[in-house]
């Protein structure tokens, strides 16, 4: 099935540079920031419906995990190449069964430890183990060797692309398996809001079940390093109505519409300081239908 396509919106004016590969609290109202500090992403459902376990979440909660989290790899849609995040480097052998991947010196988990070899080994047996979410993107990995800090040897079970598979979202993300401390239940730790991730941005404030439900705030430590502009603040904020969206990005409220009615979508092309971008997505969406149920002239129209 070819991706279908998606209309959004964006505010626009500011000069500022985005981390954000895409976005998603303690107080029921928004952080007193400056617009240009802070970056909120109207989205329609909750984001942590499923909880904060990078190993098995398998939701909406990418939204926000995809900045706390980060993989060995990224795949670049633009350019159709994968391209280097935690890994710097990787070869494979042996017809594709052996990949040898050399991880980024000076890379510190939020929770203040040091990603090493052994600590992303750690992450990606334990997300194996637990076999949720999903996890079937390391099903082709047999062992993992660690001969020194920095470097991981993965040997397959079958020939894979694992350099490819390596920078899927959910599962592939890399964390620290020591997050709740000698003898702590990492699960349990990681259900009460916390992450353990390597990103830009890490978990502030969680509000279940409120508007404002959940703010990310700039990791000081983090790698890529924060050089120039950046958005201090990330702010999900749940609005299930897209006219009160439109209101709110209308006013300068929100920074970013994830979904929108093609109506209400097309009012806004030209509008000063706002953006329309229409590009394809990523999401397929299935449907099932009963065609007994089905008159003939709707069976018609569907095909």
Same mark, same amino acid.
């Given at each position: 099935?070819? &991706? ?5 919106? /964006?505010?626009?004016?500011? @000069?500022?540079? =985005?981390? +954000?590969? #895409?976005?998603? *609290? ?120 660690? &001969? ?5 040897? /993965?040997?397959?079970?079958? @020939?894979?692309? =694992?350099? +490819?598979? #390596?920078?899927? *979202? ?134």
């Amino acid at each position: 099935m070819k &991706p279908h396509r998606t209309g959004l919106l /964006f505010a626009s004016g500011s @000069a500022l540079a =985005l981390l +954000l590969a #895409a976005c998603g *609290g303690s107080s029921s109202s928004a952080p007193q920031q400056t617009a240009s500090q802070v970056f909120t992403y109207d989205t329609t459902a909750t984001v942590f419906d499923d909880g904060f376990d990078p190993a098995t979440e398998y939701s909406d909660a990418i939204l926000a995990m995809s900045q706390m989290y980060e993989t060995l790899t990224r795949w670049n849609p633009a350019t159709h190449t994968v391209a280097p995040v935690l890994a710097t480097s990787w070869s494979s052998a042996d017809g594709g069964k052996t990949w040898t991947f050399h991880l980024r010196h000076g890379v510190h988990f939020h929770t203040g430890r040091l990603m090493t070899a052994q600590a992303a080994k750690a992450a990606i047996l334990r997300t194996i183990k637990l076999g949720g979410g999903a996890a079937y993107v390391w099903s082709a990995v047999g062992s993992i060797d660690t &001969p020194d800090q920095y470097t991981m040897v /993965f040997h397959l079970k079958y @020939a894979s692309p =694992l350099d +490819l598979e #390596a920078s899927a *979202g959910y599962s592939a993300y890399i964390y620290d398996t020591q997050a709740a401390g000698p003898g702590g239940n990492l699960t349990k730790w990681l259900s009460t809001a916390h992450d353990a991730g390597t990103g830009p941005y890490e978990l502030q404030t969680w509000n279940k079940g409120q508007e404002f439900e959940a703010i990310l705030k700039a990791f000081p430590g983090y790698w890529g390093g924060w050089a120039g502009p950046h958005y201090k603040k990330v702010v999900y904020r749940v609005v299930t109505a897209d006219t009160t969206a439109a209101q709110l990005l209308r006013s300068g409220q929100v920074s970013f519409v994830e979904q929108i009615s093609p109506s209400i979508w097309k009012s806004f092309q030209g509008s000063p300081g706002i953006k329309t971008v229409s590009s394809p997505s990523w999401q397929n969406l299935l449907a099932q239908l009963n065609a007994q149920a089905l008159s003939l002239p709707v069976r018609q129209a569907i095909l």
